[in-house]
């Protein structure tokens, strides 16, 4: 399945922890079994940098960080294996340039090249897709 839709890890982290649960994100998850998704290369290490300080604050137990990434394992989550020193000054441009972490921008870039919609709860990144005329996702 060809991914139709860019997601950043505000939306992905919302599906682990209740208190962040919300109907958009949740739109999003029921939508990926008929839209696919794509992830840029950074996405594996922001998933498991939230785990682990989560981990240390006592928030998640090692077992449901373990219990997570074997429930996102099983979606339909393509990371993106392009070559993050190409794309390096380009996100720093667009980080720059939309006032973003070269986090966030690495999200937006993805969406605009692409071609796909994104789907985050980040203000700043729905303000920069915006700005830029990026579609943000719209339960499908």
Not at 35 to 46: A, H, R, T, Y
Not at 63 to 82: G, V
Not at 93 to 107: F, M, N, P
Request: with cysteine; proline share 4%; glycine share 2%.
């Amino acid at each position: 399945m060809e991914p139709k839709v860019v997601i950043d890890n505000s939306i992905v982290m919302s599906w682990c922890f209740e208190d962040e649960a919300n109907q958009y994100a949740d739109q999003v998850l029921a939508s990926l079994e008929y839209i696919g998704s794509l992830v840029p290369f950074i996405w594996s290490l922001e998933v498991g940098n939230v785990l682990s300080v989560a981990e240390r604050k006592g928030r998640l137990k090692r077992a449901d960080s373990f219990r997570f990434l074997n429930l996102l394992s099983e979606l339909p989550i393509t990371i993106e294996q392009e070559n993050p020193e190409r794309l390096m000054r380009e996100i720093y441009i667009l980080a720059t340039e939309a006032q973003l972490s070269t986090y966030d921008a690495s999200y937006l870039h993805l969406a605009m090249r692409k071609g796909l919609a994104l789907a985050t709860l980040d203000k700043a990144l729905i303000k920069a897709a915006s700005n830029m005329s990026i579609p943000l996702f719209e339960k499908i």
